[in-house]
DNA sequence: CGGACTTTGTGACCGCGAGAACAAACTCGC
DNA sequence: GCGAGTTTGTTCTCGCGGTCACAAAGTCCG
């Protein structure tokens, strides 16, 4: 899913034995964070593999090799400690500091966004709307004022902003992208249905709702044709044993 | 991602040679639809492999073999037509028809997700907008009005409906799913940041936008580590040569 | 203090998917 | 009609990721 490119020196294999997360894992991690975090809510302490896998919805044995990149921070015999793992997720991923984040395109979608309250509370602060068309100018979007796209590279200068959304339609989403990257952004979560081209060095996340839903009617359409040959077959319920 | 249950018969096997698309080929068709649906719009009647691969942000080989699993559909030393490609694959989909779609939960996300036009021109039919709160009922978002929670089976039934949408805070997202599979709803596309527990046969996808911006954040953290490296060792540029 | 029990961390195995390379098949020009 | 050129479809190989199973390590109770 990620555009990844990379490391800068293409050829020199970069083997350091420093950290390797494989990008799986780090897609599960936030699910862990977040499990663990509704866990400390309830005040629970301590917590098995088996009890934040299931929490999680994946098998104990990923779950724990999972926790295991990051190091040994469990115990034998008795499980994780809630706070302990959940600072130790948060610094791993990169969120025990707020980044601030920047929304292009304050349509439909970018005001959704904007009024989310689930970024902030999640290591994410949004510190500007921008919008390209006139009449969006000025207006006052969840406490933030909207601003003029061409503030872009001074909004992303001042405010130290690596992590940029676009919003925009297709069409113009990669313009968008270019400029953000040459802003000095280099990390994308992309809403347009639309292939970004970014240099190297930049990641870019998408988000495609059309495309969900298109994998739910692929499965659907299939559900329906087996439900079809199971008719015509008749019943192949587990009668066997 | 999806957590699709084995088949009905969990141990039957079900090797029907009649067609299985591995799930990541499954995810791709649909970019390579929207390609070619561009490429149609601005009538380009054919087209090559590696000029789909390259508009659609992957191998062309990839696609290739993509494209191999739903038959023989190329002309060798030729390329694609672009019309009777697009149909195949949306026939493979299933989108060839409209597939109705309910959502339910119309605040901030649900809004913005009922005036989306982009599903519409998709393969999809918002046909029901449904609510809980008092103060929604009667409401009219994008032409449809919103609809209490309690007539979701009636709905359901009504327009068969197979797809959901779920976007409740991620504490009501559970028994709304429950609702909807008790309805005979079997595919959820889920934006709660919740892990849902359904029942086998039914599918969920999850689209889970804090989950996006960490990993971001993720590799942004190891990138800044990564060039406060460099600093230290001086530059690491391909000199090697 | 020791043994039984619990749970982590990891080694081994397997299957899917990505990519490279190539043979087969088709078109087009002569 | 035939050869050169082009592009598809497929085979092969390799690496990542998921799962099982077990040894290591710690706790707790008698
Ligand atoms: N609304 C949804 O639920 C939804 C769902 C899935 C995907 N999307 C995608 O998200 C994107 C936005 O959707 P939307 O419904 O909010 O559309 P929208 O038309 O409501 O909003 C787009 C906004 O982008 C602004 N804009 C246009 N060009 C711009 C530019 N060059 N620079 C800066 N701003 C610019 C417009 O002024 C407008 O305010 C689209 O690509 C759409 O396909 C939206
Ligand atoms: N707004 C966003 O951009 C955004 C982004 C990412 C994720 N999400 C997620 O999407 C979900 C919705 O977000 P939102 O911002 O639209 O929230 P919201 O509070 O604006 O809207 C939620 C709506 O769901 C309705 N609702 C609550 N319980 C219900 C129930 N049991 N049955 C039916 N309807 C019910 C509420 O009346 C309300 O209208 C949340 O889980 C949120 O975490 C939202």
Chains 1, 2 share one sequence.
């Not at 420093?18 to 894992?25: G, S």
């Not at 866990?39 to 999680?56: D, F, K, M, V």
């Amino acid at each position: 899913m990620t555009a990844r490119s990379t490391n800068t020196g293409e050829g020199s294999g970069a083997q350091d034995p420093h950290r390797d997360i494989p990008e799986a894992t780090v897609a599960r991690l936030p699910v862990y964070l977040r499990v663990l975090t509704s866990l400390a809510e309830r005040n629970i302490a301590s917590c098995s593999s088996e009890e934040l896998a299931a929490a999680a919805g994946v098998n104990s044995a990923k779950l724990r090799k999972d926790l295991s990149y990051l190091g040994s921070y469990g115990t034998r015999g008795v499980g994780y400690d809630v706070d302990y793992l959940s600072y130790q997720i948060a610094r791993e991923i990169g969120v025990t500091h707020d980044w601030p984040v920047i929304i292009v395109g304050i349509g439909n979608l970018g005001q959704a966004l904007a009024n989310f309250s689930g970024f902030s509370s999640r290591g994410f602060r949004t510190v500007a709307l921008l919008d390209a068309a006139e009449q969006m100018q000025g207006r006052t979007v969840a406490g933030l004022e909207v601003r003029p796209f061409a503030d872009l590279a001074e909004i992303v200068a001042a405010e130290q902003v690596s992590i940029g959304v676009i919003s925009v339609p297709a069409t113009a989403a990669q313009d968008v992208a270019d400029a953000m990257v040459e802003a000095g952004i280099s990390s994308i979560l992309n809403f347009a249905p639309a292939v970004l081209n970014v240099p190297p060095g930049v990641d870019v996340r998408k988000v495609d709702l059309s495309i969900e839903l298109q994998i739910l009617a692929y499965h659907e359409s299939r559900k329906a044709a087996e439900a079809d040959e199971t008719v015509d077959n008749g019943s192949e319920e587990g009668i066997t044993a």
